[in-house]
T-cell receptor, first 112, second 110 residues
Framework: DTEVTQTPKHLVMGMTNKKSLKCEQH?????MYWYKQKAKKPPELMFV???????INESVPSRFSPECPNSSLLNLHLHALQPEDSALYLC???????????FGPGTRLTVL | QKEVEQDPGPLSVPEGAIVSLNCTYS??????FMWYRQYSRKGPELLMY????GNKEDGRFTAQVDKSSKYISLFIRDSQPSDSATYLC??????????FGQGTRLTINP
């Protein structure tokens, strides 16, 4: 299984809602990533987890809260988002120390 | 100066043509270079991964790195309509941080 899966595919939420994005991989990778991609822009790194520990936080606002419950799962908890947070949220994974990152299909988030 | 720069295009070529996509990067210390392909409304797909200088070939795709000019290229031979997508070059900065170019939107016309 060489796939990264993400749920849900689409999410619409209000600014007062709390929701979570989920990511799963079964490639035995020990590094997992969250990226944000706005329309017609490249993906931008948000968080990196290595061995289930947060190793990089690219100064992301606290309304985004990542969680890595185990080596296969990565969550992104969302609370009090703004309309400008509407984007495609991508999860990726790689071997620890590996440079080849494999991406999931993304969750398209719309904040009303 | 951005770490990696890429002409966003768009680029439109006829089917069967050779396509050349290019990026420049700023820091000569970068060692790892990638090309990703992203179809509309999908996640990026890793196409090619090269370390340091030289060429790497995989089927119709060739990735080239010229460290003397800090230039990376992706060539697509015998281009097909199914190759129509956005192509993103990327470098690894520090440990694990993937930094992408702007992406070039490519259309192959039948």
């Amino acid at each position: 299984d060489t796939e990264v899966t993400q749920t849900p595919k689409h999410l619409v939420m209000g600014m007062t809602n709390k929701k979570s994005l989920k990511c799963e991989q079964h490639m035995g990778h020990r590094a997992m990533y969250w990226y944000k991609q706005k329309a017609k822009k490249p993906p931008e790194l948000m968080f990196v987890y290595s061995y289930e520990k947060l190793s990089i936080n690219e100064s992301v606002p606290s309304r985004f809260s990542p969680e890595c419950p185990n080596s296969s799962l990565l969550n992104l908890h969302l609370h009090a988002l703004q309309p400008e947070d509407s984007a495609l949220y991508l999860c990726a994974s790689s071997h620890q120390g590996g440079n080849e990152q494999f991406f999931g299909p993304g969750t398209r988030l719309t904040v009303l | 100066q951005k770490e990696v720069e890429q002409d966003p295009g768009p680029l439109s070529v006829p089917e069967g043509a050779i396509v050349s996509l290019n990026c420049t990067y700023s820091n000569s210390a970068f060692q790892y270079f990638m090309w990703y392909r992203q179809y509309s409304r999908k996640g990026p797909e890793l196409l090619m991964y090269t370390y340091s200088s030289g060429n790497k070939e995989d089927g119709r795709f060739t990735a080239q790195v010229d460290k003397s000019s800090k230039y990376i290229s992706l060539f697509i031979r015998d281009s097909q309509p199914s190759d129509s997508a956005t192509y993103l070059c990327a470098i690894i900065q520090g440990a694990q941080k993937l930094v992408f170019g702007q992406g070039t939107r490519l259309t192959i016309n039948p």
